[in-house]
Each structure stands twice: as C-alpha cells, then as structure tokens.
Antibody, heavy 117, light 112 residues
C-alpha cells in the first residue's frame, strides 16, 4: 500500500524559510524511474507544481520559483524534503507531495502553511 | 499564470454529459501526455486519466480523455451529484528548455 504524508510548520513568518518533509511508504526512491513531487494550492486557487526529485537525484523545479526552492531525498528514511526561502503571505497554501507514475496518482493529504507575521 | 487554459465552470443535469477542455501549446500538450485530476471539496486531487486516455484502476468508464494537437478534453457521462468537484488537466512543459510540470487553470463542475 502506497502512502505519502506531509509534515512541517503550519505557520511561518514572512522572509523565513519553510521546510516540509514528505514521508512515504509502499515504494522506494532507489528504484529506477521513481520520483516524488511537490504541488501547492493557495486557498480557492488552482494547483501549482513546485518541484520533483527522481531516484537518480535528478531534480526539476518550477521556473518561476526555482531560485527559492530546494528538493532533497533521504532514501534510507523514505523521505523527501522541500525547502522554500523568503516566504511571503502569497505563499500561503496547502502543500502536497505526490508520486508520479505517470500522472500524479498517489497524493498526501496536504498540509496548510500560513505565512503571516 | 498557468499555460494550460480551462473553462472556469461547466454544468449539466444529472445523467447528462459534460466536456472540459484544456488548451495548451506545442511545448506542452502538443508533445506530451495529458493527465486529468478530480478534486472533491476539502480533499487532495485524485488522478482520473493518464497518458491522454487511460484510466487508473477503479476509475469508472464514465470518465474519458482525449487529445488532439495542442488541446485535450475530459468527458464525463452519466453525470452524478458526486461528480461535483474541481477538475484539472496536467502535463509536462518544455518551453524554457527544461521540463517542468504544469496544471490547468481548473474547471468547477456543477450538477444542476
């Protein structure tokens, strides 16, 4: 059974760095072809893809956010970590991690991150 | 600003059919597979269609996908009240010489 779960702070201040962890089970990020991605959704708005990391450490980022994002993996812990620097209130959103196989067919429940002073 | 354009809303009576369009370009839909996602209120998105027209296990055949050129469509037949949700298309885009995933603007389906 494949599961993913996001964890991290629910509230961050403007200019701070957000660190989110995706902990998964049911698959391995050391398996050829496997990747884990991050997607966010501001309240009442559309989905926005952020980043994706593959089993071979290939990393892809949203061009509009690339300078602020970093994605890493810890295969031994079955975790993927996303960091986003210089947080702003417009970054308030539910952040999801998901497994593409192809198309994102397994999603975490999401975690709401609010950016406010 | 999404590069994939969808109508903001579509509606139909129970039992009827709706079609949701997703318009892109040669850098995305024109040269890549399209997926469709359903997001019920307050829940995470769910994959409905992948590789343009394939359904994951458990997705009823009331949902269908198609692609032509730089556009794709999601069809829902036999509309049910439980189909009221937001629907998003998604695909890879290579317009900036790197591959990145893009989602559509989203379409709200209302069952009248």
């Amino acid at each position: 059974q494949i599961t993913l779960k996001e964890s991290g702070p629910t509230l961050v201040k403007p200019t701070q760095t957000l660190t989110l962890t995706c902990t998964f089970s049911g698959f391995s990020l050391s398996t050829s072809g496997v990747g884990v991605g991050w997607i966010r959704q501001p309240p009442g708005k559309a989905l926005e893809w952020l980043a994706l990391i593959y089993w071979d450490d290939d990393k892809r980022y949203s061009p509009s956010l690339k300078s602020r994002l970093s994605i890493t993996k810890d295969t031994s812990k079955n975790q993927v970590v996303l960091t986003m620097t210089n947080m702003d209130p417009v970054d308030t959103a539910t952040y999801y991690c998901a497994l593409p196989r192809p198309g994102f067919d397994y999603w975490g429940q999401g975690t709401l991150v609010t950016v406010s002073s | 600003q999404s590069v994939l354009t969808q109508p903001p809303s579509v509606s139909a009576a129970p039992g009827q059919k709706v079609t949701i369009s997703c318009s892109g370009s040669s850098s995305n839909i024109g040269n890549n597979y399209v997926s469709w996602y359903q997001q019920l209120p307050g829940t995470a998105p769910k994959l409905l269609i992948y590789e343009n027209n394939k359904r994951p296990s458990g997705i009823p055949d009331r949902f269908s996908g198609s692609k032509s050129g730089t556009s794709a469509n999601l069809g829902i037949t036999g509309l049910q009240t439980g189909d009221e949700a937001d629907y998003y298309c998604g695909t890879w885009d290579s317009s900036l010489s790197v591959y990145n995933y893009v989602f559509g603007t989203g379409t709200k389906v209302t069952v009248l």
